[in-house]
């Protein structure tokens, strides 16, 4: 009976200094609202003006433009022209290189903006394969040989 006795008082007590603490938001809260307001819309506008991320992408370059710094890799259903800039960082082997360097049916990857007109604007292209070189297969004659199929002996 004490158990269920404190189990109530408990109860009502949480009740009401739910009631309570309610209250006083509620009170608090149109006085506090209109100045909340602003600062909330301005700690909105930074994220809604953040730079976007850069976009990955990999394939061959299929046709390089050197003239108009393009180069196109084709896709399964479309192909995509990206655009190389002053601010594009183009790497090759892991050192610096230039447009120059890349040629048709070469291997890249790296990163895009995506621009207000449609256009993709390379951040970084990397020419050649990204992939690590195959490890080589162990040869056959270092491999366990098969047991021999021999007739046994009676």
Request: charged share 20%; with cysteine; aromatic share 4%.
């Amino acid at each position: 009976m004490k158990y269920k006795s404190h189990l109530l008082s408990t109860l009502v007590a949480v009740a009401l200094c739910g009631t309570v603490s309610a209250a006083s938001k509620k009170s608090a809260s149109p006085a506090a609202s209109p100045a909340a307001s602003p600062g909330a819309s301005a700690a909105a506008s930074p994220a809604a003006t953040k730079a976007p991320r850069a976009i990955p992408f990999r394939g061959t370059a299929t046709a390089v433009d050197q003239s108009a710094k393009t180069f196109t890799i084709a896709g399964k259903q479309s192909s995509r022209v990206f655009k190389v800039t002053d601010k594009t960082t183009i790497t090759k082997g892991g050192s610096a290189a230039t447009m120059a360097d890349l040629t048709d049916n070469t291997s890249v990857t790296g990163s895009y903006w995506k621009q207000a007109d449609g256009s993709m604007e390379c951040k970084i292209v990397k020419i050649g394969s990204a992939a690590a070189p195959a490890k080589e297969k162990k040869s056959e004659a270092t491999a366990s040989p098969a047991p021999s199929a021999s007739p046994k002996k009676k």
